[in-house]
């Protein structure tokens, strides 16, 4: 089967990351383009067995053909929209693929992607009192209760990109609560953009709802890993 990359260089200064894009939630880190495509190889196989452990995968198993369809430098602007190398916006990719509209089956499949990832998310911190998640490791800049903050703020930041978040006031103080609250608008509003063609350009970068189901299926795993090593 071959699998349709984008590349993204350059993300957070010192990284590649190879997009399965797709399939949400399926991407690979690397110090440079090629080592990012080979993690990438590797990654798909473990992520159509996720999906086989909550039902049949829709991914074939048969070779892996990578085929790198658009690459991006991420890169920083400050608030005159002028190009700067540090302390600025950071720019991330917004590849060809993110125009497509989303079909049902996109939707389906990202809904279901979401809700298996979250439910990892919840067995990972389940055992955890509240004081466990709110220790501060050296070295780390949020604690687990801020991480999971993160996750919950950065869906609805998403979703804001788009117009589609409710008031940013709010937004739970509560990480828990937080995470409850986004996502239940999450899966309320992802139905309703089948077929939408909507792309907005806020502060400088590009968004679709491909896009927002991109970013929100890989930041939550992204941030799942995180957790576990920090446990």
């Known amino acids: 089967?071959?699998?349709?990359?984008?590349?993204?260089?350059n993300n957070e200064g010192y990284r590649t990351i190879a997009w399965a894009v797709e399939h949400p939630g399926c991407y690979a880190y690397g110090r440079d383009a090629d080592s990012a495509l080979l993690a990438l190889a590797e990654t798909i196989p473990d992520?159509?067995?996720w999906i086989n452990a909550h039902e049949p995968s829709w991914l074939p198993e048969d070779k892996i053909e990578l085929s790198i369809e658009d690459t991006w430098n991420d890169?920083?602007?400050?608030?005159?929209?002028?190009r700067v190398e540090k302390d600025g916006y950071a720019v991330e990719p917004f590849f060809l693929y993110d125009w497509r509209p989303l079909t049902a089956i996109d939707i389906e499949r990202g809904m279901k992607l979401l809700s298996w990832t979250r439910a990892d998310l919840l067995a990972i911190?389940?055992?955890l009192t509240n004081e466990q998640r709110d220790e501060q490791r050296p070295n780390e800049r949020w604690s687990i209760n801020g991480i999971l903050g993160h996750v919950g703020g950065a869906e609805w930041w998403y979703?804001?990109?788009?117009?589609?978040a409710f008031p940013r006031e709010n937004v739970p103080r509560d990480p828990m609560e937080?995470?409850?609250k986004v996502r239940m608008h999450l899966t309320r509003i992802l139905p309703t953009l089948e077929g939408?063609?909507?792309v907005l350009g806020v502060d400088g970068e590009?968004?679709?709802p491909r896009k927002l189901l991109r970013r929100a299926a890989w930041h939550e795993h992204d941030h799942m890993i995180h957790i576990r090593k920090l446990l």
């Open 178 to 180: 937080r995470l409850v």
């Open 75 to 82: 890169y920083g602007i400050d608030e005159s929209f002028e």
């Open 159 to 164: 979703l804001d990109r788009l117009g589609l």
């Open 206 to 208: 590009f968004w679709s």
């Open 1 to 9: 089967m071959i699998y349709r990359v984008g590349i993204e260089n």
């Open 47 to 49: 992520y159509s067995a």
């Open 196 to 198: 939408s063609k909507q």
């Open 125 to 127: 911190v389940a055992g």
